[in-house]
């Protein structure tokens, strides 16, 4: 069975920084595309920011220029880097992950979700 773990989360003031951890864990053949999206309270889950198995990155304007994605292939886990936090920042961010249990398949993954917290 395929999960994803998530931590990092937590409650911190304006302007500091968090890192975030999410890795996969069970059998599988490989890890494909991995994201980050978040879901504030009353809000639809936007995405984050997305890296593939090369290193390719994108990201929500939003975050870009305070956030960093990157991921260790060999842990099969991806990290987001948050600084420069900000209370719209606030939201409960999830883990995504295409991962393929055979050569030729793939399914789509979600951790359980961290919270994060931007307040003074």
């Known amino acids: 069975q395929v999960q994803l773990v998530e931590s990092g989360g937590g409650l911190v003031q304006p302007g500091e920084s968090l890192r975030l951890s999410c890795t996969a864990s069970?059998?599988?053949?490989?890890?494909?595309?991995m994201a980050w999206y978040r879901q504030a309270p009353g809000k639809q889950r936007e995405l984050v920011a997305t890296?593939?198995?090369?290193?390719?990155?994108n990201y929500a304007d939003s975050v870009k220029g305070r956030f960093t994605i990157s991921r260790d292939n060999a842990k099969n886990t991806v990290y987001l880097h948050t600084n420069s936090l900000k209370p719209e920042d606030t939201a409960v961010y999830y883990c995504?992950?295409?991962?393929?249990?055979?050569?030729?398949?793939?399914?789509?993954?979600w951790g359980q979700g961290t919270q994060v917290t931007v307040s003074s």
């Open positions: 995504y992950a295409v991962i393929s249990l055979a050569r030729w398949s793939s399914n789509t993954y």
């Open positions: 069970g059998s599988f053949f490989r890890v494909n595309a």
């Open positions: 890296v593939d198995n090369g290193g390719a990155t």
